[in-house]
């Protein structure tokens, strides 16, 4: 099952509610695009390029939707839907480049009714999603050339199936390098303060039997000093022009301790997390979430009452504690200004060759 679809018997989008795993597995329906906001800015769905897609299968809602009697109209109110999908989280760079492309298909002047543009916003939401499975297959066996047989992998969050329409990209590397036959054994950051590691990256490589433990965040920096792990494997919410990698918080402690004990820092990276537009990581806005996420465990308080906290979801890693990043087009290495703009710009025209 695919982590976000359109259901056509329903004519809704339909994704698995993350919140429940590991405990329950819950698949959710949403008729209305506030719906979908809602549950990207709840986390029904997170992951770049997951929620990429739920807000692309959002804006063929909207379309559904509005009660339009023309196609200005219906333009109006997409961009009133997409303003409400781009502002449920900030910092993922998929869910604004999502909502572009449908706005995009949506102003081609070619398609003569509304039904028209209506339906060509759900078949563009569909090839999104389709395209994204299957470049996340070809940026993990990418990676895997990364992966040697007998490797430890540091992983933090999820960034697997779950984080993606299917297959993954960090975690991905990691299935691809598994049925390469290699073995291999993944140490999981739970990754605090909503546990994906522990929830959702657990339950993953459980459900294929791939070798792993499970460790406190800050357990991290002791295996690599002790000589335990090979390699870290990350994803990224948003990657600037420069290299500089926004990704889930603790990801920057990870490479400056990496960097220290000379362990390989791959963040593994769709060129459509790519934005080519911001210079460097300090452009990047950091989605700070509720204190109660800090100071609460499922419900239960873990602090003393009546404190505040701080809960930025995201760090920025400068690029020079990156060793390569993964991506469909390849592995790309320094100088990252020159060449993740030729790796975007190449994964482009053959996307443009496919279309003609």
């Not at 990207?40 to 559904?64: D, T």
């Not at 940026?139 to 430890?152: F, R």
Request: overall charge negative; hydrophobic content about 45%; some cysteine.
């Amino acid at each position: 099952m695919r982590t976000v679809f359109w259901d056509y018997d329903s004519d809704s989008t339909k994704m698995i509610d993350q919140r429940q795993l590991p405990w329950e597995f819950i698949v959710a329906e949403f008729t209305d695009y506030r719906e979908v906001a809602r549950s990207i800015n709840e986390m029904y769905v997170r992951g770049a390029p997951a929620i990429g897609a739920a807000a692309a299968f959002g804006m063929a809602l909207a379309a559904r939707q509005s009660t339009a009697k023309d196609r200005l109209a219906l333009l109006r109110d997409l961009e009133t839907a997409a303003s409400t999908l781009n502002a449920a989280r900030p910092t993922a760079v998929n869910l604004a480049w999502g909502v572009r492309r449908m706005l995009r298909v949506a102003a081609n002047e070619e398609l003569e009714s509304i039904d028209d543009v209506r339906d060509a916003i759900l078949a563009e939401a569909q090839k999104l999603a389709d395209e994204d499975v299957e470049l996340n297959k070809r940026m993990g066996y990418n990676g895997a050339e990364l992966i040697s047989d007998g490797d430890t992998i540091l992983h933090h969050c999820n960034t697997g199936a779950l984080a993606t329409v299917d297959w993954g990209t960090a975690l991905g590397v990691v299935f691809a390098a598994h049925e390469q036959g290699k073995k291999i054994h993944v140490l999981v950051d739970e990754t605090r303060p909503r546990l994906q590691g522990a929830r959702l990256t657990a339950w993953e490589l459980h459900q294929r039997g791939i070798s792993f433990d499970l460790i406190a965040d800050n357990a991290a920096g002791h295996f690599m000093r002790t000589g335990q792990v090979d390699i870290v494997l990350v994803g990224s919410d948003r990657t600037a022009a420069n290299g500089d990698v926004a990704n889930k918080i603790g990801t920057y402690k990870l490479a400056v301790v990496a960097k220290e004990n000379g362990v390989p820092f791959y963040p593994v990276v769709p060129t459509s997390t790519v934005d080519l537009e911001l210079a460097h990581g300090d452009l990047i806005p950091i989605e700070e979430r509720s204190d109660e996420e800090v100071l609460e465990v499922f419900g239960k308080s873990i602090a003393p009452a009546g404190i505040t906290a701080r809960n930025p979801a995201f760090d920025v890693t400068p690029h020079r504690y990156v060793t390569g990043i993964v991506t469909e087009a390849g592995i790309v290495y320094p100088p990252f200004v020159k060449n993740l703009r030729a790796a975007v710009e190449a994964e482009e025209k053959g996307r443009l060759e496919i279309g003609d």
